[in-house]
């Protein structure tokens, strides 16, 4: 019935959709010509974009004091939803069933529970900060909004689920499951795989300049 | 129409633990579930007593009175089961129950218990009478192969006794009568020692026989 | 029996007709004898009984007293593993599912219908609360953005648990005849599994309430008169407040209260794994199920005049400003301040607003008693 559909063709259509489109934004960065440097460089690129993938995890001096929050609430969100996606028993069993053919040990639950407080928590704020803050707001379009607002719908039919005894909590979690793969390469949620490609393109242009930025 | 009944004679039981091996062997319990418990009153004193204890299918059950679902139902016997498809394991058939009865599958870490399981009466649950389903959900059915439960079935001293109310009922006066007036017949002594029977005056009151 | 020991039987005399008088009285009173002989003689083992009770002690009292733990808990043991599993009888179930039952489900269901139906009264009477003087198109910044952020995380927390909380204490009533046993129970699980997995954000939330929302929440004389006048909301008197008027306050005090108290009961119903026993679940369910209704209903009139109930005040949550005459209104005093300290008719311009949250210092922003103005 439904939880069979769900769980069989629409989600081999939401992994086909979320691999392809993955793939093909980005090849499609990887093509765009980027503007050839004329100035002689003063230093190599590689340790340059190496540095600022790892520097801009944290923010910049100048710039703390208004940003603790985003600081705080976003590591807050993204840990606890990286060891909920990862970690937690009933995904480890589907990655093992569905997709690689091999788990690993699961998050005891209360870590599990920790960590989706951790993660319920983290987005809630900083979904409601982009909507109170009057700078946020003004840059914030449709995509932000959806993409927080399905991440949060995805986690809260995950959590419904969570005495896994129906078929409807689960197929129900299911389906904004694929409905979040499929949304996934078309938005601003790309930046899970691209924000590497583009902290590396700033940081191999500054090391090129010979700037520590 | 029958009306089932356990009943432990605190002047028989041994605290062998029989019944609760049984019980666990014949429904598979998971750890750390007990259907059944032996509870010793002053263990290694004077007085002593034992008492095999388990959901005692109450008549006006408060565990069925206060589920927030509403997943008890009781057997045309008088048997108290519950449905685990629906049960979302709350617990509040436990903070209610008078013997906690109920229990549940896991620690409950974080108010995550699952599934309530507890003693059926060897009677399973919903569904079709020891389908492979409800064998795993529940347990045996054995009221409907025609059998008592097993725990009594098991028991080496008859200390507990398992079946239609009446019969239970006048089973255990017997005993009573046999050991002596009500209140004055209890004790090891009375039960079991035939010489102490006599010095009383109170062996061969009882017309009846035991069991 | 019948033979006399002091007297040889004596053969009748043929001579004599019937019985003579002496000696049929004598026959009666040996029948009488013999009659309450026949009468007492069996209730002397009763009796024996009765007198000797008092040295054997009936063993089964003793032993269900103890069960029943009538002088303390009694000295139990059992091989069964588990939270009070040397308990025979519960001591609380009963009272706890009475309470439940008899008084929590049917007062709370009177306390939130009546709640309801006294907001939907008033809103017939009165209506919308107007602005009188209409928009004057003045703005004054009212909540930054951080009380408001705080503000909509614990409502929003709040709705969810709340919602959950009362699916799991009258859906067994309400929801079943709709949904059936089969979707009630889908329905009842994901309610349980939510309102236990956010439950625990829910201090949190408070606690940040409390650090944003103290300032100027304290009472003081205004609000006494504030009382007296009812709120203003009877025609012809008008009540002056501060920053918060005596029902803002209340209901802050409330958040805090009950906040403190559901989220205490809460923590100790979702965590069952310290060993906690059925006494004290059922304590911290009874706190948690009373302080859960009355809170929702207080929130019921707080919604309520926080969206339909009154113009111009939900925008004071949403973008942080209100219209100088919604101030003049209901804040007056307050809206002094604001005038004095030059606060009254700023722009919204989102740079500046940015300077006064993120950056620069806002103490004094939004809050009684402005005097540090930027921008
Ligand atoms: C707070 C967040 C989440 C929680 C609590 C959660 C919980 C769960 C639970 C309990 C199940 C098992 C359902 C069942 O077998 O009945 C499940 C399955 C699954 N979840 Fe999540 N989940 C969360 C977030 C996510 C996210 C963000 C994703 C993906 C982006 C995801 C993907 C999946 C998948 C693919 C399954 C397997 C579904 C199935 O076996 O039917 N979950 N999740
Ligand atoms: C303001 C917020 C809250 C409201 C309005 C609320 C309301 C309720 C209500 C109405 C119930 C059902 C009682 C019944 O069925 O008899 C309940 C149960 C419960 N609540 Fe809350 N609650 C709130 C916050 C919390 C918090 C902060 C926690 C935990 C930290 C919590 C944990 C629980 C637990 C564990 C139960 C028992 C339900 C179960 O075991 O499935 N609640 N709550
Ligand atoms: C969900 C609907 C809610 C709406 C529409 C709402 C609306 C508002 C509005 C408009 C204000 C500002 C009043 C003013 O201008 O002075 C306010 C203040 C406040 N709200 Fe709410 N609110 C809601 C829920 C809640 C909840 C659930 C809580 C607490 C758990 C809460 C706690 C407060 C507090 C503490 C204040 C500060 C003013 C005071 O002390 O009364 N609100 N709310
Ligand atoms: S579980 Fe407890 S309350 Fe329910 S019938 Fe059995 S003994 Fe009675
Ligand atoms: S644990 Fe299950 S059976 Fe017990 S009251 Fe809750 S829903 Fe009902």
Redesign the pocket.
Known sequence: MF?EF??GPL?YFSAVVFVVGVLWRLVDIWRQPSRTDLAVPRGSGVPGALRTIVTRSWTAKGFSRGATFHLVAGYMFHI??FV??IF?A??V??IEE?ILGFGWTPAPHWL?MVA?DL??AGILLLWLRRLMHPVMRKISTFDDHAAAIL?FV??????L??L????S???I??LT?CL??VYFPFSRLMHAFTFPVSRAYTGAAMGRKGVSA | MARMKFLCDTERCIECNGCVTACKNEHEVPWGINRRRVVTINDGEKGERSLSVACMHCSDAPCMAVCPVDCFFQTADGVVLHDKDICIGCGYCFYACPFGAPQFPTGGVFGSRGKMDKCTFCAGGPGEANSAEQVRKYGRNRLAEGKLPICAEMCATKALLAGDGDVVADIFRQRMAYRGAAGLGTGWGVAYDKGLRKASGLDGKAAGKED | MTDHPSRPAIPSEPRQHGVPPRVRARITRYLLALLAFVLIAPLVPYAAAYLGAGNVPNPGAGLWNEVRQRAGPADANTQARGVESAVLINQVGERWRQFRSEMLVPVGAWLLLGTLGFLALFWILRGRIPLEGGRSGQLVPRFSVNQRVVHWFAAILFVFLAVTGLVLLYGRFVLIPILGPEGFSATAAACKEGHN?FGPIFPFAVLAMIVLFLRGNGFNQIDLKWFFRAGGLLKGHPASSGYYNGGQKSWFWMVVLFGIAISISGLILDFGVFGQGREVMALAHVVHGGVAVVFIAASLGHIYIGTVGMEGAFESMSHGYVDANWAREHHDLWLAEMEAAGMVGVEPNALEEVKRHDNIDFKGFGSPGTKAVQG
């Open positions: 939880l769900v769980e989600w606890g939803l909920l996606l937690a009933p995904h069993k589907f569905r599990f989706s993660a319920f991440t995805v986690m809260l039919t995950g959590c689920a969570l896994k005894s129906h078929d909590l689960r197929a979690h299911m499951v979040l793969m | 997995l």
